[in-house]
């Protein structure tokens, strides 16, 4: 693996508490500022991943090294990202592991292409395609942050139009209307290749079943994953009040070969 | 990726319907039975994955390609599996990726390990510990049906007396007294690594947290994952009526280094 | 309350464990026999409820009284019953209570009804409409055995021709079609009456909110309820493995009154 | 039942939209003001419940008949109230109805304690211990309010000390402590008679358990519900985001009696 030693241009996440975590740039010269006091970035540098720092106050922060999670959930972001939760099962059911090749619609800000790109690196690469050119610059931003731009081609394009790509491992769907692109992600899939399709509504969830049936795809499964966190502490352990709800429901379905005439 | 025609020997995931699938070994000469007619193996080979296939009784089945979640389903066990929905979010919560060194105990059937060593692959490496011999054994099986056994070690070590390998980007923890191991965890852990710990049982969290805020571990978190499938047809959509309440809580948290006295 | 010795022809709940109980009509004379040995009636009768009783292998059983979950748990049926979790919620979200006058539709074998029936007497009632006789012959036999069936009034008729009550306090519609009743059940219901409607899928859950919208229905609410066994035992306690995912949507609606033309 | 012309003094469930509803007392010569304009009170009386109105700014509200479910969620409180679907089970399991004798510890402000009354009503009695008086005010508040007050003895006593009542159909638990409270409930109960804990924390649980066992009770069973809401829209349908990811675990039992030396 890498270094574990902080370096200039490194991402921390600055532990508090399980509540509050921040994740800041160390920037040579400059200082974190927080409630609970300040922390020169240059106190930083040298040392070791997991280190406690005390603030200008004296509160104790650990300078943790991001993961996967901690660079969706602090993702730059202009509209709801999919949940930690849901991609583990996106990718879980997909497939798809290092060196795959993937193509994502739409990419938003990039909460999902940074674990498509995570898991695919080194010789895998994740296509994602959006048409809204400022959700584009934000997930470039992510992804660059995640140290992951390197395994992804971002594309200003409608993937309604079609999927330029072909022989792919799986095809991922995000996006409003995912029935109007299961016939370009058949073309595009490799045999017994892989799509999954992220949707909150149940309508979209029937529509693109019924796309599925009739474009020959196979083992099509729709689930739904409730997470809720638990306190725990000897005496008052406890599942937490608070528990998203609902984020939406990942429909599965692998390509059968047409029978041939 | 590889190529996609079927081979003698690969392993063939047989699908008739959502319920029933068969996951089977293409052995030259010989023939496939179900209750629904047989299939020629000789008939399979040189196909493309995803081809469909009739049984001597006219019945079709669809020949897919196992991925990771069907290795796990199906794989030879003697004892409860960890699920594919606990699987992927300890993966994803782990941090772990192509490349990472990850200690496991215990192996039990192999079920974790296998997906571990899909996502750590190719330079990756699984250390994973077992005392029950027989256990070993099957796990080696599912391993080598999945293609992976080359990314793992199997170890018949008591893991409680301590761990052999440091460094490492996680430790998983899949056993029935894991509080017991947290210390070791912590020495074979790179700083800033990741713990993750399975448990059926309250009592089992309560303690393996009460370690882990003894043995200097931060960002302790605890969640437990309920899946629910849909029957999905337009006019009868609905949540299935068999659902699995409880397998287990996943326990997560990260080393910090301990200030230097 | 009513006295609590056991007498002849009473209804008695043997308990053996969580898992095993039995309802059974005390009858003088006779024994009942279980796996665990047999019981004579006649040692029972003049006993208290809740004492323990030995079997003629020595096993423990202890002679509860039935209570309402027991009656619907344990009712003679021949379909699926509502759930006593349903229910129980359907019960607090009509807003019904002693002195209610409630049309039911249908009547299935009186599970729903039963509780009902407990929850309006003694001087409220249900009318209960069901088109199959066989279903009713059921209903009134269970309905019987709670001592329920003198506060309601069993009716073989379909409902969606109309209800022939009218200023009822709620209706109840727990059938396959809820929103073609609708309209009957707003001539039916008082002014600011409820309606509560119980089904299984989605589409059935639009349809019906969609005529309830129509008929001037409003405070229209849908729910689902998932209820979840633990295992209670120190240093052993979980949630149970095995739980029901789905039963059915609950949806409820008051009756506004019409604008004056 | 009782007239639905709304008169002075009734309370009146204004009716905006799902998420916006006020309980307000209908006072001769007042006015009720929300940002949507006023309503004057003397414009209401002798109306129909369920009446459309309109407020200065032209704004519809309909003016229902609060039920108890409404009487619960708009109580006055100064802590967290019993849930309505929690309240629903547990009125549901401990087999009360009409005539029923109570005893409920503690009173709280009242949520629960309107609850039973509502079911235990006309001739059946709800005994309440609060030893924290304010509660106790409120709860009267509450229970005036809702038209039960006269089914329900508050009592300003430590429970902890003792329950006067005997021969008690059911007692129902909603404090810290429930298991220093299970022999006295023992003592209180008929035989066969039911007892009812709410409980937010798994020990807490766990501890009641013990002390039902070691108290001769039965057929012991703890539940956790969880329910969602459902946004129900043609095209649009899904679960609702927002969701209540626990309240409280709620265990029952029963009465056995204890066999004669």
């Known amino acids: 693996m890498t270094t574990q030693k902080i370096r200039e241009d490194d991402y921390v996440l600055f532990y508090l508490s399980q509540r509050k975590t921040y994740m800041v740039k160390v920037e040579k010269g400059k200082t974190f500022h927080t409630h609970k006091g300040f922390i020169k970035f240059d106190d ?46 996106i990718v879980m059911f997909s497939g798809i592991g290092p060196g795959s090749r ?8 990039g909460a999902l292409t940074t674990a498509l790109a995570h898991f695919v690196k080194s010789n895998g690469r994740v296509y994602s395609y959006e048409i809204r050119e400022e959700f584009l610059k934000t ?17 200003n394009k409608d993937v309604s139009v079609g999927i330029d790509e072909s022989d792919v491992d799986a095809v ?6 995912p029935w109007l692109i299961v016939s370009h992600a058949y073309a595009a899939l ?16 029937v529509k693109t079943v019924e796309a599925l049936k009739e474009n020959n795809f196979v083992d099509i499964e729709t689930v739904e994953c409730l997470m809720r966190r638990m306190q725990t502490e ?7 009040t608070l528990m998203t709800g609902h984020t939406g429901y990942i429909t599965f379905a692998r390509k059968a070969m047409k029978p041939k005439a």
Not at 139 to 150: E, M, V, Y
Not at 192 to 203: A, H, L, M, Q, R
């Open 44 to 89: 930083l540098i040298g040392k070791e991943y997991g280190s406690k720092i005390l603030s200008s106050l004296g509160v104790e922060f650990v300078a943790l090294k991001p993961l996967l999670r901690d660079y969706i959930i602090k993702s730059v972001r202009k509209t709801q990202i999919t949940y930690p939760k849901d991609i583990a099962l």
């Open 102 to 109: 993937v193509v994502e619609a739409g990419t938003g800000t």
């Open 139 to 155: 997930a470039r931003k992510n992804l660059k942050r995640a140290g992951l731009i390197d395994f992804v081609e971002l594309k």
């Open 172 to 177: 991922i769907l995000d996006l409003a209307t």
């Open 190 to 205: 490799k045999p017994c290749g892989t799509i999954v399709s992220f949707s909150p509504t149940i309508d979209q969830v």
């Open 234 to 240: 000897r005496g008052k352990t406890r599942p937490q």
